[in-house]
């Protein structure tokens, strides 16, 4: 660091921008690319592409933490290189995979995984692992921990992550702000605020742009004022929604507080195209405390939202069509939850998500 | 924690407790508390007690319930976004990890790496950074999470020098990311890596040095099964498809059906079609109506032998995808239904529409607007008009309910789309 200091003008960067991947591929899938014919499973956490060329390529998928140390990716390294054939790719949901080109090399891979602690699995009909965000641990605005929630979660769920057996896939996200980062899931645990921003009026003005955050706010709930002979900004606390919008722009309108930070989970969010269009995940239940290390409140609800599904869903029905056939009525039946006046919506297009027919589930 | 409670354990150098965070070491998913604490007791490593203070801020937010991180403004030479800054606001306890700031780097598409570069990425962040790496963020970063101030241009210069860049933050094009795709997909409809790449090495300067109204995504997607999340989650969705018919090996029917029975193949194929365009011949066989098929995937995903996408390939663009912030989540809309992708003109032609949006975008958003909020604001014909491109009733669920519109000028427009089709079918009209 200290030639840092001692160069008067710092490098000037490589624009390279996106980085060529081709040269980071398995060999047998860049001479395959494009020509693949199709795949299927030989067991849970196993995906086997064949190509029109006759080739074949094995991939065995494995669970992280996401949030790895080097000690773990050299390990992970490791394995790629003593057990696959020294490439790896990432999924979305931060499982790693190794394809190896020998279907011999597949057992072994997967024990030598096993072993060290990375679950095998996380392929079709199975629960993959949680997409997630930062949290505690390195976001500014978060109002729970993702990594920790998701642990407590995959420890629990790690037997539906190496096995296949539920009606389809269930994807499931956590967001540690109502800006949900994680993003719609089959299944998602937000946090949900529920008390207006607490403002330190001492700071306001020397911290915030006033009038960005003003606009800022979705329900023009947020006006300037003159508190204490100072410029400030104050909130009409009738209007206030408690979305937390405020509070990236101007960290004196703090939305967290130990209690009033609180876990929502919502359900059927769905991204893929199949069958039915994708949708956005909807309220299942809020309020619910902000309880680490375990959530156990949170993993309670999950664990009985995900029982229900897996007994009454039909195969390659995903949260939100299998909700969507036997009804709101029966989910809430079902996973013994209430219905209550918050679960109809007040936002924008509101009218659309309300059931103007006389079809109705008993 | 509080002030002044001493360690138990004999440690070496002050390690904090972390009676929250033990607990979620135990059971079988891998823990990041014990990857953390690798880091804290590697003691040879310059790392080590930015870990230990890392994990007593970490336990400390455990049991306070809040987060103890503000931002701030750190950038490297030339470049206005990329880093994530992190101060702590709990220096005082934590110093060693009082500045704890995020390199967002971008990925290779498809997020293929070989251990080999894996190990380098490894390498420079434990000579300059925490050891912590996410692979990946929620936007496809390579998230090397904990940097002082003073140490981020280094890293990043080793980071460029083997090839990768700083990725988006801020009001700008931020970070993309594509699906294995092509590399390992037969349902892949397009080259995603090079749509992915070509697209995003065009706009990086406005990645690099933000200057948009508010963050603008691009996603890439082989098919309509989305493995990134594009439509939801992307102002710039491109998702692969075909036009002509999807392939049938009727052998591969019969087997399949042979193998898991008439009545389930009709329950999970047949009457899980959205568009009713699958039945099942007496023979076992099956028969498509293409017509109707709207290329779902769900179909080909439960008979990957039997079925797979038309040859006539290419993309469908959505534009307008973002979560809640500020009127509420938008799934993009279907604005260009289908382009194809295979030349180098049709990857330019990509890359110019997407230049166009970003153009729209950056004149007539307002500030903190995502695109979807401005079509919406405006109405998708004139954004239609501002982009260049027609109306379609791809476009739509259905056309609309209000009469409240102004339609003078209804045979005009009428002309224009007897003439766009005339076009489509090799016809010359009376125009031109």
Sequence with gaps: MNEVTAKAKPRTADETGVPDHIQYMHPVMVANMGN????????????????????????????????????????????????????????????????????????????????????????????????????????????????????????????????????????????????????????????????????????????????AVVARCPVAAIRPAMVNGKPSLEVDEKKCICCGACYPPCPPMQING????????????????????????????????????????VAAVVRTIIEAYKKDAKHWERVGEWIERIGWSRFFEMTGLAFTKHHLETWTGARKTMNSSSHIHF | MKDGETTEKKAPAKQHPTPMLDQLEDGPWPSFVTGLKRLRDANDKPFAPMANDLLGQLNHSYEERLGFWKGGTVSVFGYGGGIIPRFSEVADRFPESKEFHTLRVMPPPGFHYTTDILRKLCDIWEKHGSGLI????????????????????????????????????????RTSMSCVGQARCEQSCYDEGRAHRSTINRFLDEMHRPALPYKFKFKFSGCGNDCVNAIQRSDFAVIGTWRDDIKINQDEVKKHVARVGRKYTIDTVVSMCPTRAISLNDDDTLEIDNKSCVRCMHCINVMTKALSPGDDKGASILIGGKRSLKTGDMLGIMVKPFIKLETDEDFEALEDFGETCIEFFADNALEHERIGETIDRIGLPAFLAAVGVEADPNMVNHPRTSSFVRTDDFDEEAAKWFERKAHEAGLTVASE
């Design chain 1, 36 to 211: 693949w014919d199709y795949h299927d499973r030989p067991r849970a956490g196993v995906l086997r592409h064949v190509s029109k060329s006759g080739q074949e390529i094995f991939t065995v998928r494995a669970g992280t933490q996401r949030q790895m140390d080097v000690f773990t990716i050299r390990k992970l390294c490791d394995i790629g290189d003593n057990f696959a054939d020294g490439h790896v790719r990432f999924t979305t949901r931060s499982n790693i995979e190794f394809m190896v080109a020998d279907e011999a090399k597949v057992e072994p891979l997967i024990a030598e995984l096993t072993a060290s602690g990375f679950p095998v699995g996380g392929t079709g009909a199975s629960v993959s692992m949680i997409s997630h965000t930062q949290g505690w641990l390195h976001c500014d605005i978060p109002g729970t921990d993702a990594s920790g929630v998701v642990k407590s979660l995959m420890d629990y769920l790690h037997k539906e992550f190496i096995q296949e057996k539920m009606p389809n896939r269930v994807r499931i996200t956590t967001s540690c702000c109502q800006i949900n980062c994680g993003g719609q899931g089959d299944i998602a645990i937000n946090v949900q605020y529920t008390k207006p921003p607490k403002i330190n009026h001492d700071l306001v003005a020397n911290v915030c742009e006033r009038p």
């Design chain 1, 258 to 297: 130990a209690e009033s930070t609180k876990i929502a989970i919502w359900v059927g969010g769905k991204h893929s195209n199949a069958r039915s269009k994708p949708t956005f995940h909807k309220l299942a239940v809020a309020n619910l405390p902000n309880n680490p290390p375990h959530w156990p409140e």
């Design chain 2, 134 to 173: 996410a692979f990946h963020g929620q936007s496809g970063d390579i998230m090397f999470q904990g940097c002082t101030s003073e140490a981020t241009q280094p890293a990043f210069d080793e980071f460029n020098k083997l090839g990768f860049d700083l990725g988006g933050a801020g009001p700008s094009l």
